[in-house]
C-alpha cells in the first residue's frame, strides 16, 4: 500500500491526519526544546504543559467543573476492571453491574475475583448481546452501578444512560468517549482505553468525582490507588508521555477543527446513518445489533455466507479499505467508525459495499 488507507481499525484505530502530521513536523525539536517528546523529561515544564493542556482539554470538551479529577494510567482498560472495585467498593457493600457483552464480562469477573458482593442486575446475554437492556432495578445501596456505554465488539450502544438515583455511574467508555456531549455529574468514574477514539494504545484515561476518592482503602498497592495519581497529576512514577501528548493533541484537533463534540455527533450519526440505511435497504448485508441499541461507532453486519464475509473483507482490503473484519470472537464484519474515520472514508465504503452486493449478490 503506497497511500494510507480508509481505516476502519477498531482499535488501535485510525488517528486525525492533521494530529499525525503535527506529531510528524514537530518530532524532532518538541516546543523549540531541542529534542522530541520521547525524550524530554516528564519533570519538565514542556511535559508539564502537555499533560495540563490534556486535563484542560478534557473537562473543557466535556464542561466538567473542578468536582473531577481527569488522570492518566497505564494498563489500558483491562486494568481499569481491577481498579475500580478495588478502590470504590468496601467489602460487604453490594456493587451492580449490567452485563452487555465482553467487556462488561471481564469488567464483572474482575470484581468476583475481588470477592466484591455483585449484582449482576441485567444482561443482554439471552440474545447474544444483541441489544441494551432497559428494565433494571438498581439497588439503592449499591456502591455504583457499572455499564460499558458501547460495546465494540457486538456493534450496541446505550443511547440513553441508566439512571440510578443518587447511585454514581461508573462506565467502561473505552470505545466512544468523546463521541458526543453529555452529563457527567451523575458518574462516579469514567475509564477509557485511549486506542480507541481519543488516542493511541498505553494509556487509560480516568475521569473521577473527588468525593469517590473518600473510598479508596489505605492498604493498597500504591501504583494501584487512584489517590496516587490524582495527588500527583498522574506523575507519581514516569507516565506514557507519548500517549498522553498524542490525546492532547487529538482532543485540540477535536475542539479547534471539528468544533467540540456537539459538531462531532452531528458527524458521527450522518456516518452511521450512511451505513445502517445501506445495510437496512439490502437484502444482501444484515445487522447484528437490534435497531434500537445500533453502536455509532461500530458497526456490525453479516453477509448472506462465512466464504462472501471473507471474500469482502479480502476484496476491501484490495481497494483500500482495512480493519473490517468482524471480532475474532463473533466473526462477521465491523466498520469501526470512531470520530477520527472522515465522513468521506464511510462514504467510499459504502460505494464499495454497494459495488460489491452489485457483483457479488
Ligand atoms: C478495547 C476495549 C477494552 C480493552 O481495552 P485495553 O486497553 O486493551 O485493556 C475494554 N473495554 C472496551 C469497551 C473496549 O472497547
Known amino acids: 500500500m503506497d497511500k494510507r488507507i480508509y481505516n476502519f481499525n477498531a482499535g488501535p484505530a485510525a488517528l486525525p491526519l492533521p494530529v499525525l502530521e503535527e506529531i510528524k513536523d514537530e518530532l524532532l525539536n518538541f516546543n523549540h526544546s531541542g529534542m522530541s517528546i520521547l525524550e524530554v523529561s516528564h519533570r519538565s515544564k514542556w511535559f508539564d504543559d502537555v499533560i495540563n493542556e490534556?486535563?484542560?482539554?478534557?473537562?473543557?470538551l466535556l464542561d466538567i467543573n473542578d468536582d473531577f479529577h481527569v488522570i492518566f494510567i497505564q494498563g489500558g482498560a483491562s486494568m481499569q476492571f481491577c481498579m475500580t472495585p478495588m478502590n470504590l467498593v468496601p467489602d460487604k457493600q453490594i456493587v451492580d453491574f449490567i452485563n452487555t457483552g465482553v467487556w462488561s464480562t471481564k469488567a464483572i469477573k474482575e470484581a468476583n475475583i475481588q470477592g466484591k458482593n455483585v449484582h449482576v442486575i441485567a444482561s443482554s446475554e439471552d440474545e447474544g448481546f444483541s441489544y441494551i437492556p432497559d428494565n433494571f432495578q438498581v439497588d439503592n445501596d449499591a456502591a455504583y452501578l457499572h455499564f460499558t456505554s458501547n460495546n465494540t465488539i457486538k456493534g450496541t450502544q446505550w443511547h440513553r444512560f441508566p439512571e440510578a438515583g443518587g447511585v454514581p455511574l461508573v462506565s467502561d467508555m473505552s470505545s466512544d468517549i468523546?463521541?458526543?456531549?453529555?452529563?457527567?455529574?451523575?458518574?462516579?468514574?469514567?475509564?477509557a482505553g485511549a486506542q480507541k477514539n481519543i488516542g493511541p494504545a498505553g494509556v487509560a484515561m480516568v475521569i473521577i468525582r473527588k468525593d469517590m476518592l473518600e473510598r479508596v482503602p489505605e492498604n493498597l498497592p500504591t501504583m494501584l490507588k487512584y489517590t496516587t495519581f490524582t495527588e500527583k497529576n498522574s506523575m507519581a512514577n514516569t507516565p506514557p508521555c507519548f500517549a498522553v501528548y498524542t490525546i492532547n493533541l487529538v482532543l485540540k484537533w477535536l475542539d479547534e477543527k471539528i468544533g467540540g463534540l456537539q459538531e462531532m455527533n452531528r458527524i458521527n450519526r450522518e456516518k452511521a446513518e450512511i451505513l445502517y440505511d445501506?445495510?437496512?435497504?439490502?437484502?444482501?448485508y444484515r445487522g447484528t445489533a437490534r435497531r434500537d441499541s445500533r453502536s455509532m461507532m461500530n458497526v456490525t453486519f453479516r453477509l448472506p455466507s462465512e466464504e462472501l464475509e471473507t471474500m469482502f473483507v479480502k476484496e476491501a482490503m484490495d481497494a483500500g479499505f482495512g480493519g473490517l473484519k468482524g471480532h475474532r470472537s463473533v466473526g462477521g464484519c465491523r466498520a469501526s467508525i470512531y470520530n477520527a474515520t472522515d465522513l468521506d472514508a464511510v462514504k467510499a465504503l459504502a460505494e464499495f459495499m454497494g459495488d460489491f452486493e452489485k457483483n457479488r449478490g
Open 54 to 60: 490534556a486535563v484542560y482539554r478534557t473537562k473543557r
Open 178 to 191: 468523546m463521541r458526543k456531549p453529555f452529563d457527567v455529574p451523575p458518574f462516579g468514574l469514567i475509564y
Open 278 to 284: 445501506l445495510i437496512d435497504s439490502s437484502d444482501f
